[in-house]
């Protein structure tokens, strides 16, 4: 919270998360009005964020750091603990890892075409391509809207895999 006197006008910033409000008046009115918002908005904040799904670079890459890595070549799965992945897991990690390089400002874009996760998963070109169609069937993942025949993870995509990885025997995950 930033606050200024000017002459008898008080200017006071709040910012929780995404939200920002500000008052200015008299330093009665703007009391007032900060504490009527601190008693009302922030429950309200808090209830959202238990209820709101997002995952952060800082997220992915906590979570997954034993299982990607990003080489010079691309993201790519280097799979440090031996669990064992089914041909979907593969494919969603993929994708999460293409993510995280994304956000880290390592390529341009995190879609990728299924022959790049063919080549990136080293799995059979048919059996990526069905496995790619039953995620995106599930909701698991995304094609581009932009370019077609370009896959991306999605929010419940990241959950799934989670989840998944986090039930896996040798799996130290914590699920999110």
């Known amino acids: 919270m930033d606050s200024t006197i000017q002459g008898e006008n008080v200017h006071v ?3 929780v998360g995404d939200v920002r409000v500000q008052f200015s008046g008299s330093a009665d009115a703007v009391m007032t009005s900060v504490i009527n918002f601190v008693s009302k908005q922030l429950p309200s904040i808090d209830l959202a964020k238990r209820i709101s799904l997002n ?3 800082t997220e992915l890459i906590e ?3 034993d299982l990607v890595k990003i080489t010079p070549e691309g993201p790519r799965i ?3 603990t031996q669990i064992k992945l089914s041909d979907k ?15 880290l400002g390592k390529i341009a874009d995190d879609a990728l075409q299924v022959s790049d996760i063919q080549q ?3 799995l059979n070109p048919k059996s990526a391509s069905s496995r790619i169609s039953e995620l995106v069937k599930s909701g698991m993942v995304s094609r581009d809207s932009n370019e077609q025949g370009k896959y ?3 929010t419940s995509g990241i959950h799934w895999l989670n989840s998944v ?10 699920t999110k």
């Open 63 to 65: 979570t997954y750091s």
């Open 78 to 80: 280097i799979n440090d």
């Open 13 to 15: 910033s709040i910012t």
């Open 165 to 174: 990885i986090a039930k896996k025997p040798n799996s130290q995950r914590p």
């Open 89 to 103: 897991e593969l494919i969603a990690l993929q994708l999460v890892a293409s993510r995280i390089a994304k956000e």
């Open 152 to 154: 991306r993870i999605t």
């Open 55 to 57: 995952y952060s670079v």
């Open 120 to 122: 990136a998963t080293a």
